[in-house]
């Protein structure tokens, strides 16, 4: 079989990176893959909201400039969704060929969404079966993607000028990008904390078993520091990454050490109190280790306040560590802050894995 290769596309809130993965002959998931391509070009402020792709002209452009920077093999991409308006859960549902249980998906989604879905497009991921007294069930993760928001993130990467090829969603990457070696043998759950979205994918033995989207990120903590600050975004960023979480500071920065530990609490309750859902629901076995990807994870303390605060131990993900990187390939502006490219890496791994 020949080489193939897939590139994915993450439109992050802050920035729209890409990446090529070339894998070698038995396609994805036979053998180690290189990296043959990569561009992460940094969006302004508002282009998105909510993780939603708001200005599409500003999104294509940076696409345009990451497809300039990047020698792409190709135009082919595989698009990444993930916001509060793609909805994953956990669903049991009585056992039928799956063919037939995603034409049964519009009835589904009535009993499962807790709020009118609207137009969505829907999915099942089946991810095992049981047989009980009622008879044979399969269990698996019920998608259900606002088409808007889908539509947003295909239409800015038609108009730079590429060929959406297929849809992914970005929890599933995290784990494709990350979920490697010793990882396939534990409950792993995988957190990437991005600017404005966090994602919680909890994998048991390499298989997602449970997806929550927490609508919050480390742009906030970057907010509340200018606010606090009277300073530029640029300036609040700065000293947020300097400050960190946990730290002795000099009396003049405790009142902007206070709101950086304030705002950063809110981030570490929602992820603590979605492990605590996980764990009461019995979905699967106890968590055993917590991988983190995402810029926001990058703050100084976070990794060690998430461990003390969930008691387990918490590592951060590098999803350049399970491929080749080719020669040429410059990490550029990705250098030390590698967890920013998970979900691209992770779409280019395809679904075929
Ligand atoms: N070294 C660092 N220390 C602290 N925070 C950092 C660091 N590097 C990046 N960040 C934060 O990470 C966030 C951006 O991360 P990332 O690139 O993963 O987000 P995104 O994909 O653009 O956004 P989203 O996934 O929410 O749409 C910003 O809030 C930024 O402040
Ligand atoms: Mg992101």
Same mark, same amino acid.
């Given at each position: 079989m020949a080489k193939t290769s897939i590139i994915g596309l993450d439109i992050g809130s802050t920035a729209v990176c890409a990446a090529?993965?070339?894998?070698?002959?038995?396609?994805?998931?036979?053998?180690?893959?290189?990296?043959?391509?990569?561009?992460?070009?940094?969006?302004?402020?508002?282009?998105?909201?909510?993780?939603?792709?708001v200005d599409p002209n500003t999104v294509a452009q940076a696409i345009r400039t990451a497809w300039d920077q990047g020698k792409f093999s190709s135009k082919d991409v595989v698009v990444g969704v993930g916001n509060q308006r793609v909805i994953i859960r956990e669903a049991d549902l009585p056992w039928q060929p799956l063919d037939g249980l995603k034409k049964s998906l519009p009835y589904q989604a009535q009993q499962l969404l807790p709020t009118a879905a609207g137009d969505a497009l829907l999915d099942?991921?089946?991810?095992?079966?049981?047989?009980?007294?009622?008879?044979?069930?399969?269990?698996?993760?019920?998608?259900?993607?606002?088409?808007?928001t889908v539509t947003a993130n295909v239409l800015a990467a038609e108009a730079a000028g590429l060929r959406p090829l297929m849809v992914d969603l970005n929890p599933f990457a995290i784990q494709r990008a990350l979920g490697h070696g010793e990882l396939q043998n534990h409950t792993v759950a995988f957190v990437d904390v991005?600017?404005?979205?966090?994602?919680?994918?909890?994998? #048991?033995?390499?298989?997602?078993? *449970? @997806?929550?989207?927490?609508?919050?990120?480390?742009?906030?903590?970057? %907010?509340? !520091?200018?606010?606090?600050?009277?300073a530029?975004?640029?300036?609040?960023?700065?000293?947020?990454?300097?400050?960190?979480?946990?730290?002795?500071?000099?009396?003049?920065?405790?009142?902007?050490?206070?709101?950086?530990?304030?705002?950063?609490?809110?981030?570490? #309750?929602?992820?603590?109190?979605? *492990? @605590?859902?996980?764990?009461?629901?019995?979905?699967?076995?106890?968590? %055993?280790? !917590?991988?983190l990807s995402g810029g926001g994870a990058l703050l100084n303390g976070f990794g060690q306040y998430l461990s003390s605060a969930t008691r387990l131990p918490v590592q951060l993900g590098n999803p350049f560590e399970n491929v080749k990187v080719a020669k040429g390939v410059n990490l550029g502006s990705l250098q030390g802050s590698e967890q920013t490219a998970t979900v691209a890496l992770g779409l280019a791994y395809g679904v075929a894995q």
């Open positions: 090529e993965l070339t894998f070698g002959s038995g396609g994805p998931g036979k053998s180690t893959p290189t990296l043959t391509a990569l561009a992460n070009v940094p969006l302004p402020m508002g282009a998105l909201q909510d993780g939603e792709v099942f991921v089946p991810t095992g079966e049981y047989h009980n007294e009622d008879g044979r069930f399969v269990q698996g993760l019920f998608v259900a993607a606002i088409r808007e991005g600017a404005r979205i966090t994602n919680v994918v909890i994998a #048991e033995r390499g298989q997602p078993h *449970f @997806v929550r989207v927490i609508p919050h990120g480390g742009q906030e903590a970057t %907010d509340t !520091v200018a606010h606090v600050m009277s530029t975004a640029v300036e609040a960023e700065r000293m947020k990454r300097e400050i960190g979480v946990g730290y002795q500071v000099s009396s003049d920065r405790a009142h902007i050490a206070d709101a950086l530990l304030n705002s950063t609490t809110k981030l570490i #309750e929602a992820i603590r109190s979605t *492990f @605590v859902y996980y764990s009461s629901k019995n979905l699967g076995a106890p968590i %055993d280790v !917590v991988t």
